[in-house]
């Protein structure tokens, strides 16, 4: 029911930074969660950030300091400022809605967005 798009992703120089945008099919205040996931080649997909619909905001470590999730709601827009890049950051990342209704609990993913950081 929720269509996600990502966008912004590209080729950055270690230091630099980029901002991924997310937008959202429906109403993003209704959407208890949105969050950005990563995943490198071979290596397990990984949470970069979360955001509920009352605006608390949490990070893994790994992050923690350098990437700033925030969400407009009048856009249906979820956004993700990615500073001080390192070659470890390089990933698809996705955008990623948890929705809760009569029918349970649902999980919904867009279909990712390159980010290479290599000089």
């Known amino acids: 029911q929720v269509q996600l798009v990502e966008s912004g992703g590209g080729l950055v120089q270690p230091g630099g930074s980029l901002r991924l945008s997310c937008a959202a099919s429906?109403?993003?205040?209704?959407?208890?969660?949105m969050s950005w996931y990563r995943q490198a080649p071979e290596k397990q997909r990984e949470l970069v950030a979360t955001?509920?619909?009352?605006?608390?905001?949490a990070y893994p470590s790994s992050v923690q300091g350098r990437f700033t999730i925030s969400r407009d709601n009048a856009k249906n827009m979820v956004y993700l400022q990615m500073l001080s890049l390192k070659p470890e950051d390089t990933a698809v990342y996705y955008c990623?809605?948890?929705?809760?209704?009569?029918?349970?609990?649902?999980?919904?993913w867009g279909q990712g967005t390159q980010v290479t950081v290599s000089s």
């Open positions: 990623n809605a948890v929705t809760k209704g009569y029918y349970g609990s649902r999980n919904y």
């Open positions: 955001i509920t619909s009352s605006g608390n905001i």
């Open positions: 429906e109403n993003i205040f209704s959407i208890n969660t």
